[in-house]
């Protein structure tokens, strides 16, 4: 079995796991100690995903209160060990209710906080949401908000160009970090953003001002700027490869973060949906509204590894970190992974990078199962 850590794959390594930690990675065999898991291939073990933008799947919606609980089991087959539940800009209300009950099921993925995209967004670029839930900043209403919540907030998605530098020096000083996304933003009010503190970008290209060469935009400060963490949604749809090929090419090291960005009606069969307060209409791996555009997607975050790998020309391991580590260290966690000491939230994929097994605290949350009338060649079949 390969271990795909820091971006580099470690050929033909040992791996064992106790007490909810790796105690172990090894080029020659290890005894394991009673109470240890051998974690054995074929195939390659990663740190698991980390979804940092996800508002649901099969019929789960994040903003329902309880749904969270089985979001969380729900991604386990993604190889998604810890994610941010992704609330929407909604009436105080609704976004209240959600944020108190968003809590994750003890034997699904980890809830690591939640990511609230908005509601301190710009009409102008509102995306597939009903701009009339933005608003401009509020402090108390953020007070209220981070006080109902039951996993804190540690990700927001704020248009910055509508808040001073002290509004968005009081969101860094809660422990937040931000990300400038639904953004109509100029070039130099985006870096002026990132001077005061916004280090991410939410789901790059979409929903904010594009690149022309007499007016670059957010997108061309965010070409502009390595070292900021760049959200990218590797569906095939919402960004051309050559935009997605761009992008990669201009981040530093660990710096492209895939998300699914992944909706309720995602995973749901072909058909219309409501959701956010929009109809949405399900059509293969796409969802849109009855206008064509694009609202959220259906991909998930395996999905997005692999197509990492085919259209950015990167090696497995450097995909696999755009999956594991580097959404963890996006938002001010360490990295996680495959080294000793951590903890062991890890996925065990295919030679194909399809997920097999899924361990979250060192414990065996899912694992593929071969359906059970798929009985075993005889030996001598072809
Ligand atoms: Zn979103």
Redesign the pocket.
């Known amino acids: 079995m390969d271990v795909a850590s820091g971006g580099r794959m470690l050929p033909r390594r040992h791996v064992l796991v106790a007490n909810g930690r790796v105690t172990a990675v090894s080029a020659t065999p290890v005894q394991a100690p009673s109470g240890a898991l051998t974690v054995d291939g074929p195939g390659v073990l990663s740190g698991g995903f980390v979804d940092t933008?996800?508002?649901g799947r099969r019929g789960f919606d994040v903003m329902r209160p309880g749904d969270v609980e089985s979001l969380s089991l729900d991604l386990l087959s993604q190889g998604v060990t810890g994610f941010l539940p992704?609330v929407?800009a909604a009436p105080a209300d609704d976004l209240s209710a959600a944020l108190s009950a968003a809590r994750g099921n003890p034997r699904g993925a980890r809830v690591l906080g939640i990511?609230a995209?908005g509601p301190f967004l710009s009409p102008d670029q509102p995306?597939?949401f009903p701009p009339d839930a933005f608003r401009d900043y509020d402090r108390a209403l953020w007070r209220d908000l981070q006080a109902a919540a039951a996993s804190p907030i540690c990700l927001m998605?704020v248009a910055a160009e509508r808040l001073t530098p002290a509004q968005l020096a009081e969101l860094q000083a809660d422990g937040i970090t931000l990300s400038l996304?639904h953004t109509n933003a100029s070039y130099e009010e985006a870096l002026a953003a990132f001077d005061a503190g916004v280090t991410r970008v939410?789901?790059a290209y979409n929903a904010m001002r594009g690149f022309h060469h007499r007016d670059p935009g957010a997108v061309g400060a965010l070409l502009d700027q390595g070292d900021l963490d760049a959200e990218l949604i590797l569906d095939g749809l919402h960004v051309a490869r050559a935009s997605a090929r761009i992008l990669a090419a201009t981040r530093t090291a660990g710096r492209v973060v895939l998300?699914t960005?992944s909706?309720p009606p995602a995973g749901c069969l072909d058909g219309d949906y409501a959701w956010a307060g929009r109809r949405l209409r399900v059509s293969g791996d796409a969802v849109r509204l009855s206008s064509g555009r694009l609202a959220?997607s259906a991909l998930t975050l395996d999905a997005a590894v692999r197509r990492a790998v085919d259209w950015l020309d990167v090696s497995p391991a450097v995909a696999l970190r755009m999956a594991s580590e580097a959404p963890r260290t996006s938002i001010g966690l360490d990295p996680g992974g495959l080294q000793t000491g951590e903890v062991a939230d890890l996925v065990l994929l295919d030679p194909q990078l399809r997920p097999r097994m899924t361990l979250v605290g060192g414990v065996v949350r899912w694992r593929r199962m071969r359906p059970k009338h798929c009985a075993n060649a005889p030996s001598g079949a072809d």
């Open positions: 933008h996800v508002h992704t929407v990511h995209e995306g597939m998605t996304g939410t789901h998300i960005d909706v959220g």
